[in-house]
């Protein structure tokens, strides 16, 4: 007999959560007890329960296997609910367990302390949503869950669990994954693959267009292996930069707003192009223009959800299958039937040189802004010092806001996963990066994020130095929300309201949770400090004072000035 807090924590362990996430409440101190006395299952306290979702976020972002946060019913659930919707909207496997009123006590409303009814709140931004209230059924309804989270496409579960049934006991087996969800990826229909590789094989301009289903899939190496044997030039979209080595001869770079003149251009010639774990989504496409993707390029499009077949932009091939399933396809049919015989390699192929060229060019034209030693620090300086300073796998991400924009155009990510990529909120990205830092203890991750959302989570550096976790934090201060205050300055005639920060000497702040911090001023100091905070061997943070010219709160992106005007 096990009582349901242990088939609970007995479920956790045979799918392999390794941490949960959480902020202690008395709910669900029958589950802490059982993780007490089970090593396998580290328990994380955060902060807040938003930084606890956060993290669970970065942590299944950066692994592909879900990240499973718990959180008191009633106000923990709605402090957390927007790490779920950042899971929703960026495909990412995610389970949030929370307990919920007795059986007996259960529909009473405002008499109960705390209860709303929780599965109602979070069936439009999951999967799955749903309450437990037989001890018997736990087994099941957890299984349930991890089926949902990570099947088909990704995406966050909620699962309520009565208090009492949580006390209660019954004798039930918990099963292996193998026995209860599908194990082998779906692969995609052969023939349509060969009617993609048709097209691939005899386009004259052929483009790979690569989003976030890739890092879903882990299928980075297959897709540069596909895109070499083709002779192919890949764009990632916004979610999914550095998709392949940004300073591979075959990377353009992001696509869309933030996308570099190249890779503009580059997508424009296309006349195949293969989309591979991508949604067309407005920033890619320039709110669904022709002004990225012409409509004279033939598309073939690969997702794992059927429903994302044609569903933004209309396709030629559409292909319904996990992203690795079907380059790991299309790889075999290739080199079993030297299909890619007539290729050039990339050294003698024409229009890989061409864009070589364009890609020098453009690294040129801005070789001034990124030397600059001008005061305050320059954000295309701080970038290229960042890429010089920090290890080739380092993982980098974590922005939103004009952090995002800078990071997006100016930064070359190296080696995948190299960015924590997808849907941001400003106060999620430090948070992330801790989760991103628990799942792969053995790579340096690396969080850059803007000043306004540094304050939204800043108690959060207290988890760091509690669990030791060595992610280095990035912070970019200007003292002001500078995307917004951006648009307050183009479109609104420069009535500036509301985008003033008041914000502290946070290389103080840090120091008193018990981490490294530096403050950087000048630009000589921006390498020397990042190799200070690595080889500090405790979580670091730079606080790095940078322009707050008005002009340069965002990049001269073609697609993204014209947006402004």
């Not at 993780?35 to 955060?46: A, C, D, G, K």
């Not at 691939?200 to 890092?215: D, E, H, S, T």
């Not at 010089?388 to 070359?412: C, I, M, N, Y």
């Not at 850059?448 to 970019?476: N, R």
Request: aromatic residues 6%; negative net charge; hydrophobic residues 40%.
């Amino acid at each position: 007999m096990a009582t349901g807090a242990e088939l609970v924590v007995e479920c956790l362990k045979a799918e392999g959560v390794r941490y949960l996430f959480g902020v202690t409440g008395s709910s669900f101190l029958t589950i802490l007890d059982v993780l007490y006395r089970t090593p396998e299952i580290q328990y994380v306290m955060s902060q807040h329960e938003q930084g606890a979702s956060y993290m669970a976020g970065g942590y299944a972002r950066s692994t592909g296997k879900p990240g499973v946060v718990i959180v008191h019913h009633g106000v923990g659930l709605t402090n957390a609910f927007t790490g779920v919707v950042g899971a929703f909207y960026s495909s990412t496997p995610y389970i949030m367990l929370s307990p919920e009123s007795s059986t007996l006590e259960y529909g009473r409303g405002a008499s109960n302390r705390h209860e709303m009814d929780q599965v109602a709140v979070m069936k439009p931004v999951t999967k799955l949503a749903e309450r437990v209230e037989r001890v018997e059924r736990i087994p099941e309804m957890m299984q349930r869950a991890f089926r949902a989270a990570t099947t088909g496409r990704p995406g966050p579960v909620y699962v309520g669990l009565a208090r009492d049934v949580l006390r209660g006991k019954a004798d039930v087996a918990v099963l292996p994954p193998e026995r209860y969800r599908p194990i082998v990826p779906l692969r995609g229909n052969p023939q349509e693959i060969n009617r993609a590789l048709d097209m691939l094989i005899k386009a004259q301009r052929p483009v790979i267009l690569a989003g976030g289903g890739i890092n879903v899939a882990q299928a980075n190496a297959e897709l540069l292996k596909l895109a070499e044997l083709l002779c192919a030039p890949v764009a990632g979209t916004a979610d999914c930069k550095g998709v392949i080595p940004e300073d591979h001869p075959l990377a353009l770079g992001v696509a869309g707003y933030q996308g570099r003149e190249y890779c503009l251009e580059t997508l424009q010639q296309a006349d195949v192009i293969l989309a591979i774990g991508c949604t067309f989504s407005a920033n890619t496409t320039a709110e669904y223009t022709e002004k990225v993707l012409s409509k004279q390029a033939k598309i073939i499009q690969v997702d794992i959800d059927p429903f994302e077949i044609g569903k933004n932009w209309p396709v030629d091939v559409g292909i319904v299958g996990d992203a690795k399933a079907v380059l790991q396809d299309m790889i075999l049919m290739v080199e079993v039937e030297a299909r890619q015989a007539a290729r050039r390699s990339l050294e003698q192929d024409g229009r890989i040189k061409g864009i070589r060229r364009l890609k020098e060019e453009w690294a040129e034209s801005f070789r001034q802004q990124a030397s600059s030693d001008k005061v305050p620090i320059q954000r295309f300086r701080l970038l290229a010092d960042l890429r010089k300073a920090l290890p080739r796998d380092a993982v980098v991400g974590a922005e939103s806001g004009g952090t995002h924009q800078w990071f997006q155009f100016a930064f070359d990510a190296l080696v995948p996963p190299a960015y924590l990529g997808g849907w941001h909120s400003l106060g999620s990205e430090y948070c992330e990066a801790l989760g991103a830092q628990l799942a792969l203890p053995d790579k340096q991750v690396v969080c850059i994020t803007g000043d306004g959302s540094m304050m939204m989570c800043l108690q959060e550096l207290a988890t760091a130095a509690l669990y030791d976790i060595k992610a280095l934090c990035v912070v970019c201060v200007n003292g002001s929300f500078g995307n917004i205050r951006h648009s307050q300055l183009t479109r609104y005639k420069g009535r500036i309201i509301g985008t003033d920060l008041p914000i502290p000497n946070l290389t103080i702040f840090a120091k008193e949770f018990g981490l490294y911090a530096e403050r950087v001023e000048e630009p000589k100091d921006i390498v020397p400090a990042v190799g200070r905070a690595l080889s500090s061997g405790k979580p670091s943070l730079l606080e790095v004072i940078i322009d707050t010219d008005l002009e340069n709160l965002r990049p001269q992106c073609p697609l993204d000035l014209e947006r402004e005007h």
